[in-house]
Structure formats: structure tokens, C-alpha cells
């Protein structure tokens, strides 16, 4: 995700990190180069275009950015449910580890180690909605968490953080086998289980079920034939400045249609896309410090404006 501080207009005017322009400048290029091979020809052959009015290129762009502007909202409503969904598992983890921490009998040893067991699950199961959704190896975050003994079975899981959630389940019912809470406590903490749950199966029902193919290849098909009929109405009544307007207009469409396009699926790496790797490394640190714990990893700073 991208993070800036406020920059100054004419920085902002030239910002190159986080634009769209990186994945559209082709399309750019292409409307530019045939608006100024047309102005061209117009310009050494009059009235080798002749002059349709603008008002049908006007009605079409209406339809268009309509078109447009309804998939960004539907891309950008995903992409803040998402950061939505992360900050609910904040929450939740939090609110466990302050339950663990504060209502379990930690004057033996088996308190202690429940204690600590439950919240380094807690930090793993955040680790592995993170890598499930970005599809990366999770190993090197999950295992320094997790039991030794347990290392073999979790390898072989196919939900890793479903398999985590069984886990803190099974050790919520030893902790209520032993008694070291009250079943009210129990019960609130099953809760905040049952919490995380749902965030996991939200957020994978986000990243499984994309928008509709048909309508994205209708609005991009439409962006592609919109711009590059724009120079031949266009050349006759501009001249000239026909390259420049016709540059304008297709960085505003085909940047809208690319932008609708990264937000859609929002758990990437893409510059605009979720700083999940932070979101996890925060509440990593939360949770180790809740504990007491020494070693605790620094906070993932943005580089260069951007926060993976």
C-alpha cells in the first residue's frame, strides 16, 4: 500500500510510485501514436476525416465512465471490506490475548504454558491468512510459533489456517477440561475464535470469487474502442491539440479501468493492494508484548512511500 505524508501539489502532479501509469502507458502510446499519424493526414490531406460532431463521443464517454465508475466502486466496496476484515482480526486477536492473559489461572505451570501456547497460535494463524491469501510459503513465520510435535500434520493441511483455528479449539477445550478458567470465559473465548473464523472464511470468499468476467471484458473491450475511435472524431474540429486530448482521455479510462482491476483482488503485493505483511507484523508485536516478551520485532516501515 502506498503512504505519503501529505505531499506537495506539484510532487503529487509528477508522483511516479503508486500511479496506474506503469501498467497503461502501452495503451497511452498507442492512442497518442495513432491521434498524431491522423492529425497527420488530416493536416496534409484536408477533410480526409470529416467532421462527425461531438456529441456522439460525448454520449459514449458518459456511458462509459458510468460503466467505469460502477466497477471502481464494486472493486474499491471489496477492497475496504478487506481492510475491514483485517482490522476485525486486530481486534479479535487483541481481545483474545487480553482474555487469555487475564482470566486463566497462571499460578502453575500448565496456566503459564496454555497462556503463551494459545497466544504464539493466535500470531501463527494471522501469519497464515496472510500467506494463504497471497499464496507465498508460510513456514519461516509459522513454525518458531507453533509446537515441534505439531509440525508434520500442520505441512500436510490444506486450509493451514483452519488447521491452526482446530488447534487453538482443542487447547481452549484442555484449558476448560482443567479448569484453569470460568465457562463464562470460556465460552467469550470461543467466541473470539469463532470471530477470527469468519474473518478467515470472509476473506477467502473475496479472494475465490473475483467480479464477473463477462462484465469486466464488456468495459475493457469498450475502453479500447472508445479511444481509439476518439482521434477520427476528434481530428477534424481540434487538430493539433487532438494527440494531447486524446492522451488525457484514454489515461483517465484505461487508468480507471486498471485501477478497478488491482483493487478487485486486494490481498496482493500491487502498490495499491492491502499491506497485509504490516498488518500481521503489528499484531505479532501486540500479542509478544501482551506477553512479556523480550524479543520483539521492529515495526515494517514503508520504503519509498510503500508499505508492503
Known amino acids: 500500500m502506498i503512504v505519503r505524508q501529505q505531499p ?15 501498467k497503461i502507458y502501452p495503451q497511452i502510446l498507442l492512442v497518442t501514436i495513432l491521434s498524431t499519424v491522423i492529425t497527420i493526414i488530416q493536416h496534409w490531406v484536408p477533410d480526409s476525416f470529416p467532421y462527425y460532431g461531438t456529441a456522439t463521443f460525448t454520449l ?8 467505469l465508475g460502477f466497477r471502481n466502486n464494486a472493486s474499491y466496496q471489496r477492497w475496504w471490506e478487506a481492510r475491514g476484515l483485517w482490522g476485525q482480526l486486530v481486534y479479535d486477536s487483541r481481545g483474545l490475548t487480553r482474555q487469555l492473559l487475564s ?14 501456547s494459545m497466544v504464539h ?5 494471522a501469519h497464515a491468512v496472510r500467506h494463504r491469501l497471497r499464496g507465498t510459503e508460510p513456514w519461516q513465520d509459522i513454525e518458531r510459533f507453533v509446537n515441534p510435535i505439531h509440525h508434520a500434520s500442520m505441512r500436510q493441511a490444506h486450509n493451514l489456517p483452519d488447521y491452526l483455528m482446530r488447534l487453538l479449539g482443542k487447547q481452549l477445550g484442555d484449558i476448560r477440561c482443567q479448569q484453569l478458567t470460568s465457562e463464562h470465559m470460556v465460552q467469550n473465548m470461543d467466541e473470539r475464535l469463532t ?8 476473506c477467502e470468499r473475496i479472494h475465490n470469487t473475483p467480479l ?59 502498490a ?15 500479542l509478544l508484548e501482551a506477553l512479556g516478551d523480550t524479543d520483539i520485532p521492529s515495526d515494517i516501515a514503508p520504503i519509498k512511500g510503500y508499505l508492503p
Open 103 to 116: 482470566f486463566i489461572d497462571e499460578e502453575d505451570e500448565t496456566g503459564h504454558t496454555a497462556q503463551k
Open 60 to 67: 459514449l464517454g458518459i456511458a462509459l465512465s458510468l460503466f
Open 212 to 270: 464477473p468476467f463477462a462484465y469486466m471484458l464488456l468495459v475493457h473491450r469498450t475502453t479500447y474502442l472508445y479511444c481509439i475511435m476518439l482521434p477520427f472524431g476528434l481530428v477534424a474540429s481540434l487538430g493539433w491539440a487532438t494527440p494531447l486530448i486524446c492522451a488525457v482521455i484514454a489515461y483517465t479510462f484505461f487508468g480507471l479501468d486498471a485501477l478497478s482491476e488491482e483493487l478487485e483482488e486486494p490481498f496482493g503485493l500491487a
Open 272 to 286: 495499491n493492494q492491502l499491506p497485509l505483511t504490516a498488518l500481521s507484523r503489528t499484531i505479532e508485536i501486540n
Open 8 to 22: 506537495h501539489p506539484f510532487k503529487i502532479f509528477f508522483a511516479f510510485r503508486g500511479s496506474i501509469i506503469p
Open 195 to 202: 470471530s477470527m473464523t469468519i474473518v478467515l472464511a470472509a
Open 121 to 125: 497460535l493466535t500470531i501463527a494463524f
